[in-house]
């Protein structure tokens, strides 16, 4: 064998992925709901019963708490019909593992800001709370105005980086609403439907992805600016956008089945493949330097390089850490560590959360990709 194909094969060949090794702190009641990180790359969580609590070692006490005020648990409005099936569901959740749990953030959503000296939750519907990462106080609040009144059935929420705009998402009126993140004035509404995808950047860009096709709008005046953009494959959804607002990451769908996931360069117009042996998971999350970008199913986040599509990392620390779905994730302001709890919709009972150090040595490889 010659030297030039030694090294061709050798490029071939990439490089196995290795493993994320993560720590459980924490195991108290009241458990941890939400877990974040300060400017100063410490962590606090926000506690089902409301309080916040901070440290400088996560597997030791607290080094002072807060109380989160006014942020209140979202009401449904649900039907008749509605209603007795969720008091059967809580009957027979009841009757199979005991009482739920309280949680004072069910329902709300965490918003980390930059800088990181503030955070903010929501009810993805029309109310917004900021809060101090230093000691938990309110900073101040934002109510969101409809022109019409809509009912309570939100499915996503955006906010830009400077404030100036806010997406929110009905799935009842399958509609989505852009309003002035400052004043809360409705600006514009889009109507979706239950596939479509409407994106709102970091930066301050919009998009809808309506299948294959991606469209532009200009937050100015609420009408197109560019042409569409056409994406890659049969059927496209579950879309991403990285924090810089220069990518999208979509997932590939055939005839309904998985067939893989894209990333498109928005400059360009054109999309390049993620690595195929991860085709059965969706694109969740992007790293803060826009750099990674994150797919996720139940028990498992996988980490792919957006330069080359290739899979270079994966968590899972074992059940039951992850076991299920992940809503949010959190990066310190350094971007060494990873904060995660599992979601509480699926086991109210987990009482701790998870640190991850994003610069630990590649020690083991993954051998394991899905489910």
């Not at 400077?162 to 514009?188: C, H, P, W």
């Amino acid at each position: 064998m010659t030297l030039s194909t030694l090294i061709v094969a050798s490029a071939l060949i990439q490089p196995r992925p290795y493993l994320l090794l993560g720590e459980r702190c924490r195991r108290i009641t009241p458990r941890p709901v939400i877990a974040s990180f300060d400017a100063n790359n410490k962590p606090f969580t926000l506690a089902a019963d409301g309080t916040v609590r901070f440290f400088d070692n996560p597997l030791l006490d607290p080094v002072r708490l807060g109380k989160i005020s006014e942020a209140e648990t979202p009401q449904f409005d649900l039907t008749p019909e509605q209603k007795r099936d969720a008091a059967d569901a809580v009957k027979a959740h009841k009757a199979m593992w005991g009482d739920i749990p309280w949680n004072q953030f069910a329902g709300l959503i965490f918003v980390p800001r930059p800088g990181f000296a503030e955070f903010g939750l929501t009810d993805r519907h029309n109310k917004i709370w900021f809060y101090n990462t230093q000691d938990g106080k309110l900073l101040r609040k934002v109510a969101l105005k409809y022109k019409k009144p809509t009912v309570f059935a939100p499915i996503e929420f955006s906010l830009t980086n400077d404030g100036a705009y806010v997406l929110t998402r009905n799935s009842q009126t399958r509609m989505a609403y852009i309003f002035d993140g400052k004043s809360g004035t409705e600006l514009f509404s889009f109507p979706v439907k239950i596939f479509d995808v409407p994106i709102l950047s970091a930066t301050g860009e919009f998009y809808i992805m309506r299948n294959t096709v991606l469209e532009v709008y200009d937050l100015k005046t609420g009408k197109k600016k560019s042409p569409d953009i056409k994406l890659v494959g049969d059927e496209c959804g579950s879309g991403i956008v990285s924090p810089d607002g220069k990518l999208i990451a979509y997932a590939n769908y055939l005839k309904g089945q998985r067939a893989g996931s894209m990333i498109l360069d928005l400059a360009t117009g054109k999309s390049r493949p993620i690595d195929a042996t991860l085709k059965m998971f969706r694109p969740k999350f992007f790293t803060p330097d826009s750099k990674e970008v994150i797919m996720h199913e139940p028990r498992y986040l996988h980490f792919v390089d957006v330069a080359s599509g290739q899979h270079t990392r994966s968590y899972n620390s074992g059940y039951p850490d992850i076991w299920d779905t992940i809503d949010d994730l959190s990066f310190s302001p350094d971007g060494k560590s990873l904060a995660l709890i599992p979601n509480h919709a699926v086991d109210p009972f987990v009482d701790y959360f998870c640190l991850v150090d994003l610069t630990q040595k590649a020690v083991r490889k993954v051998d394991k990709i899905g489910p």
